[in-house]
């Protein structure tokens, strides 16, 4: 019997939707399996925005969050937690290529506190092209042991917007950062 994973939870903001749903098996070698759960939310408003001054039907402002478990039960190790943040930091430059980023580059490592624990969020840096435009987003990502099971979450906002597209960055990485850490 196959068991399933919860999804988590997190506060979103209003004017944000649930785009994705997905459950999957990253790793199964009979002996030891991940089971994961993920989320991904999007900024309906700044989509429409942005499809408004550029054409482009994405927005480059989205959070997920995705719960996995480890079978048989492993207790959270420094080297476990390694394992899971280097592979899924792959993954989520992954998701920013298939997103439409470019030239991503790992900037740096934040602090940041979820629920009982602090961990490093990974910063990175990267282009999103337009026809002519070229936008310069950020995005976070983070992974922390909770309850039994490893939570990721992460996401990205553009640093600045075509023509008179007015946008926040320090507001948006607030935003995300407060989705981050309402991660459950």
Request: hydrophobic letters at 35%.
């Amino acid at each position: 019997m196959t068991e399933e994973v919860s999804p988590p939870k997190l506060a979103i903001p209003e004017d944000w939707r649930l785009v994705s749903e997905e459950r999957r098996m990253p790793f199964d070698v009979g002996v030891v399996s991940v089971r994961a759960t993920t989320r991904i939310y999007e900024d309906d408003a700044l989509r429409e925005r942005l499809a408004d001054a550029t054409g482009a039907a994405t927005t480059w402002r989205f959070v997920f969050a995705s719960r996995l478990r480890i079978r048989p039960v492993t207790s959270p190790s420094r080297s476990l937690t390694r394992l899971i943040t280097d592979r899924s930091n792959t993954r989520f430059r992954d998701v920013l290529r298939e997103r439409g980023f470019d030239v991503i580059e790992r900037a740096d490592d934040h602090r940041i506190d979820v629920g009982d624990a602090t961990t490093d969020a990974t910063r990175y840096r990267a282009r999103v092209r337009v026809e002519d435009l070229d936008i310069p987003v950020e995005g976070y990502f983070a992974v922390w042991p909770h309850d039994g099971t490893y939570l990721l979450g992460g996401g990205a906002y553009p640093l600045s917007l075509p023509d008179s597209e007015a946008f926040d960055p320090e507001r948006g990485r607030e935003e995300l950062f407060s989705m981050l850490q309402s991660i459950r």
